[in-house]
Structure formats: C-alpha cells, structure tokens
C-alpha cells in the first residue's frame, strides 16, 4: 500500500477505531483463537472488554501456532469494519521450535554470522507458524548476575552488545525494505528501552539510578546500534530513568529516541508497564498513565487497558490532542504495511503451509554450530580434553539425563525435541556409566552409585548447573551459587582418584571456584538449546574445539558484584607494585579481578600473536591499523578471538582502563598463521563528555591487543591536536 494510502485509511477511521490499534491482547481473548482458555470470559469482563474492542484491537500478543494465527486473523478480519489486519508478535528469543543457546552464551561465540544465523532461522521458523514480529533483540548491558534475564543478554559490553545486535536485526528482517514480500522474515523489536539490565542489586523490575553520561556512553548504544541497522520496534523498559518511569519517559522517547535516534517505528510497552507507573507514583490512575505514555511516545499498549479506556475521555475533554494518537496511528498502519500484510494478512500460510520449515535437520545443524562456537573452556589442566572416544566414561549429576537444556524465555522449543547429555555422549563414547542425580541433594544411596560407576571407568564427566526457573524474568537470586549439593558431589568425587571433567550448564556467571579447583577441565555450556547433548560430546571428544570467550566476567563470588572489566581506575588503584599494601583499593578477603575475565576462554589448540609496530603519535580524527599475525602453534585446527582495547588515559572525565573496541574470530588450521587487520577509528576514540557531547580528546592513550581482556600486549599512544 502506498503512504497516501495509509493517510487516507486513517482519516476514515474513528476515534475508538483508531486507539484499539493501539491495544495488544493475548490470542485466546480474541474469536477464533484455537485455544479459547476458560478463562477468557472472566478475563475480558475484569479488563472491561466488549466485542467492540476485541473487533478493533490492533495486535495479538503470542499465538500459538499457524492454525491458530490463521484462525484468529480470519474470524477478526469478518468483523474489522474498515479490514485492517492483525499483526501477531511473539517472543523468539534464541530460536523458535529449533531453540540456539541463549543469548549470553551467543555473546560468548563472538560471531557475528553465528548470531545473524540464529535469527534467520528463528525467522523462518517463526514465520512458518504465523508470527510476524519478534520480540528481540533484547539489548540490556548486564553488569549483575544476580539478574536473572542476564541470560537474555549479549553480556556486559556495550561494543559487543552492538555488534551482535545488528547482527540480529539483520538476521531477522533480512532486506528492511523487502519485508513486505519475504515473509520468512520478520521485524524486530529492540528492547528493553532503557537501562532495565541495571536493575539495582540484580532485584527483578529493581530501580535503575545512573547518570545520563553513563546511560549516553554504556546502555545506549547497542539499542542505536539495532536502532541504526533498521528495527522496526522498540520496546519501553520497566524500570525508571532518572527517576521517570521509561514507560511515560518524554525525554528518554521523544527527545532520545525519536529525535536523536531518529526512531520512526513503533515503540510498544512492555507486558503492563502502562498501568505500572501509577506503583511507580508518578501516575494518579489509568487516566493519566494513559496521557503521559502517550505523551511520551507509547503507540501501543502491552496487555493493559488504560488507553482502550481512557484515552477517548482524554481527546474529548481536550487533555490529549488526537493528533498524538493519529501519529502513533499511523506507525501501527505503517509497521502492517511494511510486512505486506495489507496485501496478504496472512503472508502467504493461507495457500501454502510452511511446516517443513521448522525443526528441520538443517535448522538443528545450525543450532549445533551455534552451540559449539558459544561453549567456554574455562579449564583445561594437562590438556586432559579432549577424550578419546573410547576413554570409559561415569556421567554423573542432575543435568546427565535432563531436557531442561533449552534455558530461559524458551516459549515455543520443547524439552521433547532436546538431546539430552546422555544421549549425546552415548553416540561417542562406547563405554558410559550414568548416575542422575538431583539438583538439590545428594543422598548416601547416590554416593554409593557414583563410587562404583568411578570405579569401573577412566574419566569423570560431572553434569552440573542450574534449573531453567532459577533465571529469566523474575529468576533473580541473592547468591549467585548452585545448590551446595552440586559442590558436595563434585568434591566427592574428587576423592574417588579420577580426572574429572565438569561441564556447566546454566544462565548467568555463578560461584565456580570450588569447581574450577577440583575439576582437571571445566567446560561452561550455558544452556546449549535443542542440541545440547550432541554440542557437549562434540566438545568433549574434539570433533570440535571450543572457541567461545566469556561475555560476562565470572566474580569471585556474590559479594564481588558488580565486577565488570570495563571500569574506572580510582584515586588509588591496586597495582602489582603495592599489592598488600593497605590503604589501596582493595579486598581483605578476595582478590580484586574477577575469577574468570571478559574476553576469557581456552582452545584445545595453543595460540601465539604478535602485534607489528603501532605508531606512537596519531593526530585527533585519525585511525590506527593493527595488523595482528596469530599462529597456531598446534596440530589442532582451532579458533581464536583477537581483541582490542583501548583506554583514554589523560581524559576530561575518568575513562575506563580499557573498552573492547574491535574483535575477530579466525579460523587456523593446524601450524597455520594468518594476519588480521583491525582498525580504531575516530568514533572509537570518542566519549561523552561531561556536556554529554561525543568528542575525541587529544592526549596519552594505551592501546591493547591480545585473546582476552587481560592475556593483552599494551601499546601507548599520544593523539595530537591537528
Ligand atoms: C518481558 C518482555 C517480553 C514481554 C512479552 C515482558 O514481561 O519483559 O521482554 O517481550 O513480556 O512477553
Ligand atoms: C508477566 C509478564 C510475562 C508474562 C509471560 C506475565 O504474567 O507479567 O511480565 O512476560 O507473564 O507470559
């Protein structure tokens, strides 16, 4: 349809018509929803909704399957007086039916391909069952891993986050401008709009309080970047900022987003954040949480139902000028004309069922390549992995025999369609002896099992970690350990004399000291998605070698967060040369650095770099070419992630001691060398401010090069005045 088009549709709707396109429901509160819960007559009452609304409302919030979405699309557009379509959005976090790793563990693959690969297979899959809009990416920099939706996040770096971001959207919507006609793709939503990852002390829907500077420096820029790369959608956040609830935030949306961002698309609210800022008390009642979102740049309203009921009053009492709804109209129009969905509301799954696409050997294989590529050896003593497959192996503990592998905001894959570690490892090693124990205790019947099994085999393959539940939205814990009976039967069975491989399973960095200690490798996982059981055995016996590098450091222990490798230098650092000393920053009881750093993780093959001269002196605008040479100096094939950091050391304002700038992932053969080029621009350069503008300053800069945020070699660097 053209834009005149959409103009003059608008100008021939009415009032109510026009703000139920801003209302979004559940499927079963529509007719024809496959499934029509019991609930639903109750329900429509509680939130006041006649036929009138449901027959207008503009969006449907996570249907089921194709059935379902045809059917309700069908029913709704018998009744729509003007045939304006539904648009059906969902949460296609890491994979559809075939589920990848979850987004923390994709962080720590470090490729970009890896990550747009996921969301194009999401997309196809997604697509074939009706959707049109994911609710990803979801580009909240974490810092906390008491948070439980950490595990939903790229990780703690703002460079990354954006990289892997675009990487997203791109693989999500495909050509932006062809979206109307590919219908395997599907338009993304940046959420959560923003800061909701600093949610204070990792408390679920907690206050975030931070300093516009930090929020221009840190948080924003990964949503730009998607923002940039063309998302469709934005998604308010929970929390508050700067003491405004994101939801009815004027600055943060329409001076940020709208005007500095250059956001034209939808910007929807989150699951009843609407009506949530009357508890958040800066709303006196759904009359004016529906004023000040709209206001602030809200077009559509998740699951609530202040503007369906209040914005009419609002219009007519002169409150609210309509021109407001018919701009946040008219991007609702424009989103459903983008996706062809005024040409085909039902994008093709009406002549041509497209099942075949999901859950495919392909879509698995890629999940599996995904897996490979996010999995961190974190240990590795004696090179004792990889094992031959014909090594006699006890597998032993709660996740040897579990389907809970698919972790957090898993909303369509299913536990039936998983790999278990169990199975994954019986397809290579012929010798396997397994005792499943439980998540929480390990009773003295257990303890008899495991000696015997460790008795009769070569090699201990420990499976720990944590439940899906414990993370996610609202899975925020005080203590980031496992439950102690996982570190009990880990340091029994060190007592049992045998190597003892520990592999992870889990979504966020957790206590793995006492792990780590008695474990001769330590293998993080995360949860792998769909194919996990046969990522793990690929792992273990070599058949492929781990690359990933950890996208958020790994504390000591919980009263160490927030630890983050990109933090400022204080008045009175701890350095090598005053260690022990007592009036530096520092613990008495930990160390400073974190157990495992950003950027962090082992191959089974042994790399070297080395960086060629750099310049010493550059002048303000201009860039820096590192040219890296990495060998591989095994006979194992392997990946390396080169990084570089940077660090302003004589700024106006006091900059972190180093920012990862650029990275690349290479592909060596065994003995093989190559050279990378990476290159620091201006923009790589610069920072805000204390006037909040993005500058580059001349002064002493020291450049970093090497495979993690701390394995570097350090180069200083003046940049002059030109
Ligand atoms: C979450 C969002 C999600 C939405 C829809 C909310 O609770 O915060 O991330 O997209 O629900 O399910
Ligand atoms: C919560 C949302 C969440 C949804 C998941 C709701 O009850 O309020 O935040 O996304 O459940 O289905």
Same mark, same amino acid.
């Given at each position: 349809m053209k834009q005149g088009k959409l103009t003059a549709l608008l100008a021939e709707m009415t009032l109510d018509e026009k703000i139920a396109q801003c209302l979004q429901l559940s499927p079963f509160l529509f007719k024809g929803a496959i499934k029509n819960a019991e609930l639903t007559g109750p329900l429509l009452q509680e939130m006041k909704l006649t036929d009138a609304h449901t027959e207008n409302a503009g969006s449907v919030l996570g249907s089921s399957s194709a059935e379902d979405m045809l059917s309700i699309q069908e029913a709704y557009l018998k009744t729509n007086r003007l045939g304006i379509p539904l648009i059906f959005m969902a949460d296609v976090i890491h994979g559809y039916k075939t589920v990848f790793p979850i987004p923390l563990a994709l962080g720590c693959s470090f490729n970009r391909e890896i990550v747009q690969t996921m969301a194009e297979v999401s997309a196809l899959e997604a697509t074939a069952d009706g959707h049109h809009v994911t609710f990803s990416p979801m580009l909240d920099l974490v810092r906390d891993p008491r948070w439980g939706r950490v595990m939903e996040s790229t990780g703690e770096d703002p460079f990354l986050n954006s990289e892997l971001g675009k990487a997203m959207v791109a693989g999500y919507q495909g050509e932006t401008e062809k979206l109307h006609e590919n219908y395997t793709n599907l338009a993304a939503c940046v959420k959560h709009f923003a800061a909701y990852g600093a949610a204070e002390a990792g408390l679920e829907y907690n206050t975030v309080n931070m300093s516009t500077r930090e929020l221009y420096q840190n948080y924003l820029p990964a949503y730009d970047a998607a923002i940039q790369a063309g998302a469709k959608l934005v998604m308010t956040a929970f929390n508050v900022v700067d003491g405004v609830p994101a939801t009815m935030n004027k600055w943060l949306n329409r001076d940020v987003l709208r005007n500095e961002m250059n956001f034209n698309g939808v910007l929807i609210s989150d699951w009843g954040a609407v009506a949530e800022v009357i508890n958040h008390g800066t709303a006196r009642n759904p009359a004016e949480a529906a004023q000040f979102s709209m206001e602030a740049g809200v077009d559509m309203e998740m699951m609530t139902t202040c503007y369906i009921h209040e914005l009419k009053d609002l219009? &007519?009492?002169?409150? *609210?000028s309509e021109s407001l709804i018919d701009e946040a109209v008219l991007r609702i129009l424009q989103l459903k004309n983008d996706l062809g969905l005024f040409e085909d509301p039902y994008r093709g799954l009406k002549e041509k069922s497209r099942q075949t696409d999901i859950l495919t050997t392909v879509n698995r294989q890629k999940s599996r390549e995904a897996g490979l590529e996010s999995a961190v050896l974190l240990e590795n003593k004696q090179q004792l992995l990889p094992l031959s497959p014909k090594t006699k192996i006890a597998l032993i503990g709660p996740l040897a025999t579990s389907s809970d592998i698919l972790g957090g905001w898993t909303v369509y894959g299913e536990e039936k369609d998983a790999i278990q570690v #169990?199975?994954?490892?019986?397809?290579? @090693?012929?010798?396997?002896? &397994?005792?499943?124990? +439980?998540?929480?205790?390990?009773?003295?019947?257990?303890?008899? $099992?495991? =000696?015997? =099994?460790?008795? $009769?085999? %070569?090699?201990?393959?420990?499976? *720990?970690? #944590?439940?899906?539940?414990? !993370?996610?939205?609202? !899975?925020?814990?005080?203590?980031?350990?496992?439950? %102690?009976?996982?570190?009990?039967? $880990?340091?029994?069975?060190?007592?049992?004399?045998?190597?003892?491989? &520990?592999?992870? @399973?889990?979504?966020?960095?957790?206590?793995?000291?006492?792990? $780590?200690?008695?474990? +001769? =490798?330590?293998?993080?996982?995360? @949860?792998?998605?769909? %194919? =996990?059981?046969?990522?793990?055995? +690929?792992?273990l016996v070599g058949k492929s070698n781990p690359s990933g590098k950890l996208s958020m450091s790994f504390p000591q222990t919980t009263g160490q967060i927030p630890v983050y490798y990109n933090h400022l230098q204080t008045g009175r650092p701890q350095t090598e040369g005053n260690k022990g000393e007592r009036y530096v920053s520092h613990y008495l009881d930990i160390p400073n650095e974190p157990y495992y750093p950003f950027g962090y993780g082992k191959s089974y093959s042994a790399f070297e770099w080395e960086t060629a001269e750099l310049p010493k002196q550059i002048r303000l605008g201009e860039s820096v070419e590192i040219k890296v040479t990495v060998r591989n100096k095994s006979k194992v094939a392997g990946k390396e992630v080169i990084q570089v950091y940077l660090q302003d050391v004589t700024a106006s304002i006091s900059r972190p001691v180093k920012e990862l700038k650029a990275f690349e992932k290479i592909f060596l053969q065994a003995e093989e060398e190559k050279t990378v080029s990476l290159e620091l621009t201006s923009e790589a350069f610069s920072f805000y401010n204390s006037k909040l503008e993005k500058i580059q300053e001349p002064g002493l800069h020291r450049i970093f090069v090497g495979t993690s945020s701390v394995e570097v070699d350090t180069f200083e660097l003046e940049v002059g005045e030109i």
């Open positions: 219009v &007519t009492t002169n409150k *609210l #169990e199975t994954g490892l019986r397809e290579v @090693f012929s010798e396997l002896i &397994t005792v499943q124990t +439980d998540y929480t205790t390990l009773t003295e019947e257990n303890k008899t $099992a495991i =000696a015997k =099994a460790v008795q $009769a085999s %070569e090699v201990v393959v420990l499976a *720990l970690g #944590e439940k899906n539940e414990w !993370g996610g939205e609202a !899975g925020s814990l005080a203590t980031i350990r496992l439950p %102690e009976a996982q570190y009990n039967l $880990a340091n029994y069975v060190k007592t049992l004399g045998k190597p003892v491989v &520990t592999t992870l @399973f889990n979504g966020r960095p957790l206590e793995v000291k006492e792990l $780590a200690e008695v474990s +001769d =490798a330590l293998l993080e996982l995360w @949860f792998p998605g769909t %194919e =996990a059981g046969h990522v793990t055995a +690929d792992l």
